[in-house]
């Protein structure tokens, strides 16, 4: 029996305004919507029309970005996901169910860019793949692994596709 083959799309939420009523509440600027909306072209054209599960961070900005985005999904909203480290957005990828094999984690940094630095062999995303700016807003990173959702942890995916705005 064959492993399975299981796809992490991380996605850094789109440029934001710099002050609202609360960090929450930050909604996309206008360049922001805009970058929103050509991530979203870019990840079709990359991913095609296979299934999507979303995890999506309730703050204001990553729900507009993934609306900008335009993808069909099955998303669920996590509250934890606003405020999450590292190790909890793990926690909740590993905790997908088999049949999933391709979710999108709409987030924010640290946690998606301590994760685009950790999820990847050694050597084969560096930097330099998302410019001097680490994960910057807008960013994507598409890394693919084989094995069920339990297995993922640093040091096992590839990277096979990014994109910034």
Not at 14 to 29: G, I, K, M, N
Request: aromatic share 4%; with cysteine.
């Amino acid at each position: 029996m064959s492993e399975a083959h299981r796809t992490v799309v991380l996605v850094r939420h789109a440029q934001a305004e710099r002050q609202a009523a609360s960090d929450a509440a930050r909604r996309l600027t206008a360049k922001g919507l805009r970058d929103a909306a050509e991530a979203g072209r870019w990840l079709a054209d990359t991913l095609g029309e296979r299934p999507l599960l979303t995890l999506l961070s309730t703050a204001v900005r990553a729900r507009i970005t993934w609306d900008q985005m335009a993808l069909r999904a099955d998303v669920r909203a996590r509250d934890g996901l606003y405020t999450a480290g590292t190790e909890e957005v793990l926690e909740t990828l590993s905790m997908l169910e088999s049949g999933v094999e391709t979710a999108v984690v709409v987030g924010h940094n640290p946690a998606m860019a301590n994760l685009v630095r950790l999820l990847p062999i050694a050597d084969l995303a560096t930097p330099s793949t998302f410019g001097n700016g680490g994960f910057p807003t807008g960013a994507i990173a598409v890394l693919v692994f084989d094995g069920e959702w339990r297995d993922l942890r640093p040091a096992r995916c590839r990277l096979v596709a990014a994109h910034t705005p």
